[in-house]
């Protein structure tokens, strides 16, 4: 049985940091696409970034450019979403995704995890 288990969550003043991290299990990080997604009250889910499975090539949406970092740590089949100064509307509960192939900016990942909230105050 997959599983994808988010953590890192919590309440944050904007200009702060939070990391946060999916711990996966019935799968190897390593071997399948990584993406992290978020979702506001009211709002789509948007693609924030992902880690390709084979060549590690990083991808991030414009809006965290730059202030977000993903990484994979394949000993600890964990990946990490490392999130620097930020901002009231980076508030949402974050996703952990994996996708067997390639990385893709839409939700059509094979294995989710159940999200863990972020919230940014001004």
């Known amino acids: 049985q997959v599983q994808l288990v988010e953590s890192g969550g919590g309440l944050v003043q904007a200009g702060g940091s939070l990391r946060l991290s999916c711990a996966a299990s019935?799968?190897?990080?390593?071997?399948?696409?990584m993406a992290w997604f978020r979702q506001a009250p009211g709002k789509e889910r948007e693609f924030v970034g992902g880690i390709s499975w084979r060549s590690n090539n990083l991808y991030y949406a414009d809006s965290v450019k730059g202030r977000f970092t993903i990484s994979r740590d394949n000993a600890k089949n964990t990946v990490y979403l490392q999130m620097n100064l930020l901002k009231p509307e980076d508030t949402a509960v974050y996703y952990c995704?994996?996708?067997?192939?390639?990385?893709?900016?839409?939700?059509?990942?094979?294995?989710w995890g159940q999200g863990t909230q972020v919230t940014v105050s001004s």
């Open positions: 995704a994996a996708r067997l192939t390639g990385i893709v900016t839409t939700p059509n990942y094979n294995y």
């Open positions: 019935g799968i190897a990080v390593n071997n399948y696409a």
